[in-house]
């Protein structure tokens, strides 16, 4: 096939709007404005894309540039961080609306966060009076992953009309990979394919390339391949910064440490949220903390809404120092304590299992085998951010674990896929809709279809498969 040499995130990469994944708002928004140059230079005269990496913000610009035909100039601020050199590689070019050929032009200001304002002599300055004077569409695209950013960028925001792009659903991450495997003539295994998905955080990019680094050259992929690929480096240094975090002594101390998070604020907060009764072991600090972070959820939200971004200074307060604060007499992490409770509401004695902590994390190993009886633990354990370590036949559970929302998505996502094909085929049997048909209709065939003379007729009237049939039964 043509291509086939080339990186998967390259021979992959979407052409046109049709193929991009997700972020749907955010490019409708994109198309609306530069379809507004169509009448001349609009009030804003720039669009700042910005989000998470790997999540179509420079795809999406590259593909509407090839379907509304612009000659698109494309430059990398990093490599280009000087007010001088800027003006020579975009000035001019920003002052004529069509190229030699004829064609419109668009600007495009790629990976911004490698300038900054003062060290590259002006850079940030250059761009605003790019801005002001251009005749064609400029485009910036910046990581927003750091705190400061806002600020950082705040001459530029001003100026330009503030696109974000969110992470891509891990169901459409799964649904583009099983798309890619097809494409390269490769099984996966549906749980490989999900740890593909999990681990990507909702960077399809790094999904793409942990894909082809298990997949090129083979004809089959399961999870075993997956061993050796671990958590990305922006996650791993994650738990320390909650460590800094949660042992702050002062508002000022627990705010340093957004400073070394490789996440953004919005997974820091997650994050925060996921542990903190692992750490507030006191109903009274639980509380306290709680009500921080509530507070700080309502700072972001009141920023979202009006654009003054200057608010989320107030956000990063709560949900630092005053998470800190929160801590009187809580006496440190209950991890422990939630593994022994775990493990005992399976029906175990705790002499079937050894429990230490290490450095690592509290190590639990079964005495004997498990059996039948390892998914139901294995699941259990996973619940509170644990991992089997292969080879070694033991859990590791991190005394901070990540947030367990995309855990409890990808556990129960069979479930509500089967639920949303079975209450689509029932909507449309009885006219209604298909939330009508989970509510009123389904909880009665569950009922009808544990009779087996029933269970044919029920079957062929919505022509289930036998996942289906299995699911109504469960």
Request: aromatic letters at 8%; one cysteine or more.
């Amino acid at each position: 096939m043509s291509g086939s040499g080339q990186p998967w995130a390259a021979r992959f990469m979407p052409r046109t709007v049709k193929e991009i994944v997700d972020n749907e708002v955010a490019i409708g928004e994109f198309i609306r404005w530069v379809k507004s140059w169509e009448k001349g230079p609009p009030e804003k005269r720039a669009a700042f894309l910005h989000g998470p990496p790997g999540v179509g913000k420079t795809t999406t610009v590259v593909a509407i540039a090839n379907d509304f035909e612009f000659d698109l100039l494309e430059v990398n601020a990093s490599d280009t961080r000087t007010g001088r050199r800027l003006n020579e590689v975009i000035g001019r070019a920003a002052t004529q609306s069509l190229t030699v050929f004829g064609r419109r032009r668009m600007i495009l200001l790629d990976e911004l966060e490698g300038v900054s304002g003062r060290e590259d002599e002006g850079g940030i300055a250059a761009i605003v009076s790019i801005i002001k004077e251009t005749r064609s569409p400029v485009v910036l695209v910046a990581t927003s992953a750091t705190e400061g950013w806002e600020e950082k960028f705040g001459p530029l925001r001003e100026i330009s009309l503030q696109i974000e792009f969110g992470p891509i659903p891990f169901s459409d991450i799964v649904s583009r990979l099983r798309s890619m495997a097809k494409d390269v003539g490769v099984s996966v295994d549906d749980e490989a394919m999900e740890l593909i998905a999990e681990r990507s955080k909702g960077d399809m990019r790094s999904a793409v390339n942990d894909f082809e680094a298990v997949a090129r050259g083979k004809q089959h992929v399961s999870a075993v391949d997956l061993d050796w690929l671990g958590e990305r480096d922006r996650q791993a240094y994650t738990p320390e910064v909650l460590s800094r975090i949660f042992s702050a002594k002062t508002v000022r101390e627990a705010r340093q440490a957004l400073s070394s998070a490789f996440i953004t604020y919005d997974d820091l907060f997650e994050w925060i949220n996921e542990n903190l009764p692992l750490v507030l072991d006191d109903p009274a600090d639980l509380d306290e903390g709680l009500e921080a972070l509530a507070r700080a959820d309502i700072h972001e939200g009141r920023t979202k809404r009006t654009q003054e971004f200057r608010l989320l200074k107030y956000m990063f307060n709560e949900m630092t120092g005053g998470v800190a604060m929160s801590r009187h007499l809580s006496e440190g992490s209950v991890a422990l304590k939630q593994v022994r409770s775990r493990l005992a509401g399976l029906g175990y004695l705790p002499s079937a299992f050894t429990i230490s902590e290490t450095p690592d994390g509290i190590l639990v190993r079964p005495v004997r085998y498990l059996g039948n009886d390892w998914g139901r633990v294995n699941s259990s354990l996973k619940g509170l951010g644990g991992s089997w370590t292969r080879g070694e036949g033991f859990w590791v559970i991190p005394y901070f674990r990540p947030p367990q929302i995309v855990w409890r998505y990808r556990a129960t996502w069979h479930s509500r896929r089967v639920r949303k094909s079975v209450s689509e085929r029932v909507a449309a049997k009885c006219h209604i809709s298909t939330a009508e048909a989970i509510r009123d209709v389904i909880p009665f065939i569950k009922v009808m279809i544990e009779n087996e003379e029933m269970e044919d007729k029920i079957a062929g009237w919505l022509e289930l498969k036998k996942s289906e049939i299995k699911w109504l039964r469960s």
